[in-house]
């Protein structure tokens, strides 16, 4: 393994992301943890402003009844480039190409457009990293490379400031030269095309990542959802109390057990919706357990 830092003979602490520059490192950018940073880095602050325009745009698009209208928020998940620059994911998954990203946003779409809509109705679903939550097949690797091409403008950024601060991102390697990228343009709520200066190391450009961007598995995932706030959920609400005034309260081994609670994407969405019909936004609860969960 050759670090980003010895290949370009940087020594001491790096504030990116040391990762291998060879091959892709079984890391993941982390939409969630990227947001808990924002108030603190102003690239985050940049990051989690374009992604959020991109999911504003995506979701009104799906709640939206003007046909075009969906057929336009359908082609914006299904325009991505693999990200691979970054030397993120997985080699053998992610997009794989322009056909793989058509399937996995098609994916992602037909379940914003149908089965999440009462979600996107009553506000729940707000934030890119719910993804995970509540679609199949959308892990670390998928989130990882949709959001780096989101944010691709704000890393970009960041890959300037580092260049500018170890020179030798310009005189070793292949330096620095100027390649044709796909970005998300908050100001026309767009894909569009962009020349950019990268470093290049073996003929590849590099984008470096802030550090503590990324991690190996995403901070917001269907099981810890389900094992924390939604079977917490359930519990309390199977809870009675004894005639001696001890509350009885099922354990959650005994509610996996339970057809209606076992785990699932349907139990998952279904649980979230009956929560929020009694007041209860689950969803919320989850982000405050993720969030002290990671300043811990």
């Given at each position: 393994m050759t670090s980003i830092s010895d290949a370009y003979g940087i020594t001491g602490?790096?504030?990116f992301e040391d990762l291998d520059i060879d091959s892709d490192n079984r890391r993941f950018l982390d939409p969630r943890v990227i947001r808990i940073n924002a108030s603190t880095c102003p690239h985050a602050d940049a990051a989690v402003k374009l992604i959020d325009s991109f999911?504003?745009?995506v979701t009104a698009s799906a709640l939206s009844l003007n046909t075009s209208t969906r057929t336009r928020g359908r082609e914006l998940l299904t325009r991505f480039e693999e990200p691979?620059?970054?030397?993120?994911?997985?080699?053998?998954?992610?997009?794989?190409?322009h056909g793989a990203a058509q399937s996995?946003?098609?994916?992602?779409?037909?379940?914003?457009s149908t089965n999440l809509q009462p979600l996107l109705e009553i506000g729940f679903l707000k934030h890119l990293e719910a993804l995970p939550l509540f679609i199949e097949n959308v892990g670390a690797d998928r989130t990882s490379d949709i959001s780096t091409r989101i944010v691709y403008d704000a890393l970009c950024n960041f890959t300037h400031q580092m260049a500018a601060r170890y020179p030798t991102f310009a005189t070793q390697g292949d330096g620095i030269k100027p390649v044709m990228r796909q970005f998300w343009d908050p100001v026309s709520s767009d894909w569009v095309l962009r020349i950019v200066e990268l470093p290049h190391w073996n003929g590849k450009p590099l984008v470096l990542v802030p550090k503590n961007w990324t991690r190996r598995n995403l901070l917001m995932t269907h099981g810890r959802y389900y094992e924390t706030s939604l079977l917490t959920f359930v519990q309390?609400?199977?809870?009675y109390f004894k005639p001696d005034g001890k509350v009885l309260k099922p354990t959650k081994g005994l509610l996996k057990t339970n057809p209606l609670f076992q785990r699932s994407r349907e139990t998952t969405l279904r649980v979230t919706l009956d929560a929020a019909s009694n007041?209860?936004?689950?969803?919320?609860?989850?982000?405050?357990f993720v969030n002290d969960k990671y300043a811990a």
């Open positions: 602490q790096v504030p999911f504003n745009e691979w620059e970054t030397r993120l994911g997985y080699a053998s998954k992610g997009f794989q190409g996995i946003g098609g994916d992602i779409w037909d379940e914003l309390d609400s199977q809870s007041g209860t936004n689950l969803y919320e609860r989850f982000e405050t």
